[in-house]
């Protein structure tokens, strides 16, 4: 059974940073990549970030420079670290697999999803 648990969010002032961890489990971590999501109140869920075995990763236009998107193979663990936190980023955080990014239409394909970690930014 694949399992994506997501730990780390909280609540961080504004120009904090904060690090939020996916741990996977039940198939080869290599086998997927992985990506992260969120989702704030009343809107739309978006694509944020997510990395491949090959080392491809992306980033939203509304992350970049901001968040960063590791992986530990051994831990079977992906993180994003963000810094420079505003108050649009509160949403819940959700991790995927297997998720495939394209430049154009942003993250497509996910099959498993974690129950997700709250970020709240306060200004």
């Known amino acids: 059974e694949v399992r994506l648990v997501e730990s780390g969010g909280g609540l961080v002032q504004a120009g904090g940073s904060a690090r939020l961890s996916c741990e996977a489990s039940?198939?080869?971590?290599?086998?997927?990549?992985i990506g992260w999501f969120r989702q704030a109140p009343g809107k739309e869920r978006e694509g944020v970030s997510s990395i491949s075995s090959d080392g491809t990763i992306y980033y939203a236009d509304s992350v970049k420079g901001r968040f960063t998107i590791s992986s530990d193979n051994a831990k079977n663990t992906v993180y994003l670290q963000m810094n420079n936190l505003k108050p649009e980023d509160t949403a819940v955080y959700y991790c995927?697999?297997?998720?495939?990014?394209?430049?154009?239409?942003?993250?497509?394909?996910?099959?498993?999803w974690g129950k997700g970690t709250l970020v709240t930014v306060s200004s």
């Open positions: 039940g198939y080869t971590f290599d086998d997927y990549a």
């Open positions: 995927a697999a297997p998720c495939y990014s394209d430049p154009e239409d942003g993250l497509y394909g996910m099959d498993y």
